[in-house]
């Protein structure tokens, strides 16, 4: 179901075009990556969103709510990349001056303080938090209200291994509790780890529906030993779509690898490994932005 709309957004700086003709819309649940170099125009779009920026034209409205409405941003929050929070005050404080605001019961803010994880340090002074710590801050003040749609500007920026393996999966929960999430990010692996729809921005524009990834990655079978057919002459008698790189073989992600494996152990082929072959976005973003490197 869509939650929130965004129809033919336009913005200039001046006389430069930073946002072309912008729509699109998102569901409950969807977890969007949305990628492009500097200055592609990602965090005007979030800001935009969240009318921070002055529009040349377009509508932006969560459940037919407009942005220029404050009730929209009971249900559209927003994980910026820069950290202000208030170093005297606690966390504590925090989440208590955002429940006062939407009149949120004590029990509404200990759920969010135990499914961040936050209870152990919560009544410290944001002063004596690390970097990840404020980050989680961020996320319980950004989901205190039971939004709809979370936007995150580069969320993982700084975070050292562990918070970004804590912050994946708090972005799993939120998206298996039917939130809406829309990330801008710079780490193609990490945005990979999470999602399949991935959103490049060029040029101002948005690109979508050309570089939606397969739900189902295709595998790779490893074999060894030598054989009478070749491993390619094999897989073409299984009557299964294959493709032969050495001595793997990338299976087709609509049948299933179990057929592949039964194939080839009938026929006395050894099989050294199976791994999922990843579909690497990293290359779908160079050829995306034709970023050649030597
Ligand atoms: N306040 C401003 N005044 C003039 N131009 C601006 C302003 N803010 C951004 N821009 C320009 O708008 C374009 C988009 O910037 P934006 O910050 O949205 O890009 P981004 O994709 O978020 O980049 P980054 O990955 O570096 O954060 C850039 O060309 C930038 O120079």
Redesign the pocket.
């Known amino acids: 179901m869509s939650v929130l709309k965004v129809n033919q957004l336009n913005k200039n700086?001046?006389n430069?075009s930073?946002l072309r003709d912008i729509s699109f819309e998102i569901n409950e649940g969807d977890l969007i990556g949305l990628v492009?170099?500097?200055?592609?125009?990602?965090?005007?779009?979030m800001r935009s969103m969240l009318a921070l920026e002055d529009l040349k034209s377009g509508l932006v409205t969560v459940q037919n709510i407009s942005n220029r409405n404050p009730e929209f941003f009971k249900y559209v929050s927003f994980l910026p990349s820069d950290n202000y929070l208030y170093t005297q005050l606690t966390g504590y404080d925090h989440i208590s001056f955002v429940a006062n605001i939407y009149d949120l019961e004590k029990s509404e803010i200990d759920e969010v303080i135990d499914l961040i994880g936050i209870r152990t340090y919560v009544n410290q002074a944001v002063k004596s938090y690390s970097y990840g710590m404020r980050q989680h801050l961020l996320i319980a003040l950004s989901i205190l209200t039971k939004p709809l749609v979370i936007l995150m500007d580069?969320p993982f920026n700084g975070l050292d291994p562990t918070s970004i393996i804590e912050l994946k999966q708090l972005i799993r929960t939120l998206h298996a509790q039917g939130i809406g999430i829309l990330i801008?990010t710079?780490n193609l692996d990490i945005l990979e780890d999470l999602t399949n729809t991935i959103w490049f921005?060029k040029d101002g524009q948005l690109f979508k529906n050309e570089i939606l990834l397969d739900v189902n990655d295709p595998y790779q079978i490893e074999v060894s030993g030598h054989y009478e057919k070749t491993v390619e002459q094999l897989m073409t008698d299984s009557h299964l779509p294959f493709q032969v790189i050495e001595n793997r073989i990338l299976t087709d992600p609509t049948y299933e690898v179990e057929k592949y494996l039964e194939w080839l152990i009938k026929n006395g082929v050894q099989i050294k490994s199976v791994n999922i072959s990843k579909k690497n976005l990293e290359e779908m973003y160079k050829n995306f932005y034709e970023v050649n490197i030597q």
């Open positions: 700086y001046g430069k930073v492009g170099p500097n200055g592609a125009g990602k965090s005007t779009l580069e801008s710079h921005i």
